[in-house]
C-alpha cells in the first residue's frame, strides 16, 4: 500500500490514508495479494517521529528516510523476519540509530497490520 499525500501536496488530506489503506485490503483479499503496509509504516513514523522528513518537498515522493522506511517494512512483510539489527544503512547515509528506529517502526507496523488483516 502506498504512503498517503503529505503538505504542501494539493490532495493532501490527514484522512486519505484511511481511505487508500481499505482500498488496498479489499482489492488484496479480492484478488489475494499480498498487502505490505508501507503507507501505515509512513503514519506511524511521522507520529513517531514529527520532525523527520519521509517525502520530499513535493509531498508526494519519498525521501531517503522514506525509501529506507519502505525497504524494512517491504522485508519483514516478505520475507516475515524483523529488519531490527539490518546493517544496512543506505551507504551510511543513514545513522545508525535512526536506521534502528525506523526498522522498528517497520516490524511494529508490519507486527500490527497482519494481527488485524
Do not use: W
Amino acid at each position: 500500500m502506498t504512503h498517503a499525500y503529505v503538505k504542501p501536496h494539493r490532495q493532501f488530506k490527514p484522512e486519505n490514508i484511511v481511505a487508500t489503506e481499505a482500498m488496498y485490503v479489499d482489492v488484496g483479499n479480492e484478488i489475494g495479494a499480498l498487502v505490505i503496509p508501507v503507507g501505515l509504516a509512513f503514519e506511524e513514523a511521522y507520529r513517531r517521529f514529527p520532525d523527520l522528513k519521509f517525502h520530499n518537498r513535493d509531498g508526494t515522493h519519498p525521501s531517503l528516510l522514506g525509501t529506507y522506511l519502505a525497504a524494512c517494512t517491504t522485508f519483514a512483510t516478505l520475507y516475515g523476519r524483523s529488519p531490527v539489527g539490518n546493517a544496512y544503512r543506505a551507504e551510511g547515509l543513514i545513522e545508525e540509530g535512526l536506521a534502528t528506529q525506523l526498522q522498528q517502526v517497520a516490524q511494529d507496523v508490519v507486527t500490527q497490520f497482519f494481527q488485524r488483516n
